[in-house]
């Protein structure tokens, strides 16, 4: 459990010289720079005040979203299913990532993609405007006439007008002298819509605008690109159709080829990132007329590399002891085997800085409760060895390490309680190899057979017994704690009381069947019945209120712990056997029901087995691994980490360049990582 040591520093330099102790401060990645508090400015504000950055970088970011923004606009950076999930493996050199920071024309390169941006969407609005002149051009597809009749003459006008079919007749009836005078044309199927050419004299507009209006007439406006015969047109829009396609299809290949330089892209993005942190953190200092004074914490192994700054700068490093009133960063230190499981612990948050830190009893907790819970030797298996895989495919990328390791232990965990449980792929080999050796191998294997009744009580036990046990380890955490904190009494009353009260009121049930454990029973019960009645009694003044206080102290309304409390977070432990018996129950249906098709069906059963027993048991394992992975948080954070666990306030995150999106290696790595593939 190792929470690393701090030093509290304060770093005081002359302001002329504050841009160049932030930039040492930066390039020596060790130093967290912390707030002052608003109490600490506003006690000193006739002396100091805090200075307003003027560096930003903040354009730089910006365009960099901008370019990431188009990509994902034409659809570039499409995955995969699976990779969906899995990060880029983006690698560089030290030399190659300052070359990029220095040389990489990011403004250029993002002019030159706007304006493939901005060509491609006037083809597609050009292209959507063709698409009109296709349906304009299928609704008067009979027009027999050339378009540029249209554009009428000095002394005439005309028009394409659509009408009601029945009322039709009654214009060419009503309506006789003005038509007869004029010109018109009807063209298509008329017994629904009537659609007719009119070319009519403009002596007549108003008479023909009244007509219009009477017989509800409405005219199908051309666009003036059309000159010619429809057919002429057709060709014209297909044309052009077919050279905006191509030349869209030229500027997405151009865009692919931009979103090769995605990973150079990323370096960036990191490096300016990293940046603005760094300019930022100029609003955290505190500065007189004439000083800078930087507030933080580093690690006690570092510390040497600020006293080595102050011997080469004009600047004074004065350290203290972190105090339980300082919201004290936390920097987490485990061995590379408890490593992976740090995501965990901060993905609840990282325990206070007074505190421990639970990574490797988390480690063996979590995997025991994934293995239980998924309880297949099969699956197991197959998480074992997917994990190895993407752990070859990614090494080195610290964070996928960390994730698939996780998978990978818990996967470990379920094949050794597979073959203790007998489930290994549910009941297939006793279902389909029942007379082979391996078979019988397993048999003797198994010590609980959780289908049957005496197996599943015996499971059940097993997994509250395993919840009793992280309790009263919650309990022993929290005991701990309070006597680091030196709040002895607490310690006392409310904790070793309930690590003696709690399990005796356990091994009460064992009594008689075991009687020679009887004495120690009772005297564990007695001492700690007596120091959680003495823990309710002292917390209270009123000397009326403290027989009740004792008596609620038990119960658990004024302690941090309780009997209630004790009962149902040591039978939530059931949820491993339930999940452990639902993936075998799972995975023998499938197997059951896969044998009665390869049975019924002849020839064609033994492919319509395999498609069943390969559907039925992807779909366990999906379903299964991703319930133990998630009830085993949840005991966790919920049942486990509630009794003794304190967050803290930040990580402790040194000020310097953060690689999120790309790892920076050395030559010699390179080679030995390509040369082991």
Same mark, same amino acid.
């Given at each position: 459990m190792a929470i690393e040591k701090l030093q509290k520093v304060h770093i005081v330099c002359q302001k002329e010289e504050k841009d160049a102790i932030l930039d040492e401060i930066y390039r020596l990645g060790v130093f967290h720079i912390d707030k002052f508090s608003p109490s600490c400015v506003k006690d000193g504000e006739n002396y100091f005040t805090h200075p307003v950055s003027a560096h930003t970088v903040s354009n730089k970011l910006n365009t960099i979203s901008s370019i990431f923004s188009v990509f994902k606009q034409f659809g570039v950076e499409q995955k995969g299913f699976i990779s969906a999930f899995l990060p880029e493996d983006e690698r560089f050199s030290r030399e190659e990532f300052d070359n990029i920071i220095i040389k990489f024309p990011l403004d250029d390169f993002f002019n030159e993609l706007s304006s493939l941006s901005i060509r491609y969407s006037k083809l597609q609005k050009e292209e959507n405007g063709l698409k009109e002149e296709k349906i304009l051009i299928n609704s008067i597809v009979e027009f027999p006439f050339e378009f540029a009749v249209l554009s009428g003459t000095e002394e005439t006008n005309s028009f394409i007008g659509i009408m009601d079919g029945k009322n039709f007749d009654k214009l060419l009836s009503s309506k006789k002298e003005l038509i007869e005078k004029n010109f018109l044309y009807v063209f298509g199927e008329k017994r629904v819509k009537a659609k007719f050419f009119f070319l009519y004299l403009k002596e007549d507009e108003e008479e023909v605008m009244n007509l219009m209006k009477e017989y509800r007439i409405e005219k199908i406006l051309v666009t003036e690109t059309f000159s010619g015969f429809i057919e002429e047109e057709t060709?014209?829009?297909?044309?052009?159709?077919?050279?905006?396609?191509?030349?869209?299809?030229?500027?997405?290949?151009?865009?692919?080829?931009?979103?090769?330089?995605?990973?150079?892209?990323?370096?960036?993005?990191?490096?300016?990132?990293?940046?603005?942190?760094?300019?930022?953190?100029?609003?955290?200092?505190?500065?007189?007329?004439?000083?800078?004074?930087? $507030? =933080?914490?580093?690690?006690?192994?570092? *510390?040497? %590399?600020?006293?080595?700054?102050?011997?080469?700068?004009?600047? +004074? @490093?004065?350290?203290?002891?972190?105090?339980?009133?300082?919201?004290?960063?936390?920097?987490?230190?485990?061995?590379?085997?408890?490593?992976?499981?740090?995501?965990?612990?901060?993905?609840?948050?990282?325990?206070?800085?007074?505190?421990?830190?639970?990574?490797?009893?988390?480690?063996?907790?979590?995997?025991?409760?994934?293995?239980?819970?998924?309880?297949?030797?099969?699956?197991?298996?197959?998480?074992?060895?997917?994990?190895?895989?993407?752990?070859?495919?990614? $090494? =080195?990328?610290?964070?996928?390490?960390? *994730?698939? %390791?996780?998978?990978?232990?818990?996967?470990?965990?379920?094949? +050794? @309680?597979?073959?203790?449980?007998?489930?290994?792929?549910?009941?297939?080999?006793?279902?389909?190899?029942?007379?082979?050796?391996?078979?019988?191998?397993?048999?003797?294997?198994?010590?609980?057979?959780?289908?049957?009744?005496?197996?599943?009580?015996?499971?059940?036990?097993?997994?509250?017994?395993?919840?009793?046990l992280v309790q009263l380890l919650g309990i022993l955490l929290s005991m701990i704690i309070r006597f680091r904190r030196k709040e002895y009494a607490e310690g006392v009353f409310n904790g070793l009381g309930w690590f003696l009260f709690a399990p005796s009121l356990v091994l009460l049930l064992f009594v008689g069947q075991y009687p020679q454990i009887k004495i120690p029973v009772y005297t564990l019960l007695v001492v700690g019945f007596i120091l959680l009645l003495a823990g309710g009694w002292i917390s209270v003044r009123q000397p009326l209120l403290k027989p009740v206080a004792a008596l609620i102290n038990i119960y658990g309304i004024r302690s941090s712990y309780g009997l209630t409390s004790f009962l149902g977070d040591a039978l939530s432990y059931s949820r491993l056997f339930v999940l452990g018996l639902s993936t075998s129950i799972l995975a023998s249906s499938f197997n059951i029901v896969g044998k009665l098709f390869g049975d019924l069906l002849g020839p064609l059963g033994f492919f319509a087995m395999l498609l069943l027993l390969l559907f039925g048991h992807s779909l366990t394992l999906a379903m299964n691994s991703l319930s133990a992975f998630i009830h085993s948080i949840r005991l966790l954070f919920l049942e486990f980490f509630c009794r003794f666990y304190d967050i803290a306030s930040v990580e402790f995150m040194p000020l310097g360049l953060e690689l999120k999106n790309i790892r920076i290696i050395t030559k010699i790595k390179e080679v030995e990582v390509n040369g082991k593939s």
């Open positions: 060709d014209r829009i297909l044309q052009r159709f077919s050279g905006l396609e191509k030349e869209k299809e030229i500027i997405l290949s151009r865009i692919k080829e931009y979103y090769k330089e995605k990973g150079k892209l990323l370096a960036i993005k990191d490096y300016y990132e990293s940046m603005e942190r760094k300019y930022k953190s100029i609003n955290y200092t505190v500065e007189s007329k004439k000083n800078v004074v930087f $507030r =933080g914490f580093v690690r006690e192994k570092d *510390f040497d %590399k600020l006293n080595e700054m102050e011997k080469r700068s004009h600047s +004074v @490093v004065i350290s203290s002891e972190p105090t339980v009133h300082d919201a004290v960063p936390v920097a987490l230190n485990n061995n590379s085997f408890f490593r992976p499981f740090e995501m965990l612990i901060k993905m609840f948050g990282v325990p206070s800085y007074f505190t421990l830190d639970p990574t490797p009893i988390v480690a063996i907790l979590f995997s025991i409760f994934f293995g239980v819970a998924l309880g297949d030797a099969f699956y197991g298996l197959l998480i074992v060895l997917g994990c190895l895989y993407f752990l070859k495919r990614y $090494r =080195g990328n610290a964070g996928v390490e960390k *994730f698939f %390791k996780i998978f990978l232990y818990g996967g470990s965990i379920a094949i +050794v @309680v597979g073959f203790l449980t007998g489930s290994v792929v549910g009941n297939f080999f006793p279902m389909y190899f029942s007379h082979i050796s391996f078979t019988h191998f397993l048999g003797k294997l198994q010590i609980i057979d959780p289908s049957s009744a005496e197996g599943s009580i015996e499971f059940l036990t097993f997994s509250i017994g395993l919840g009793i």
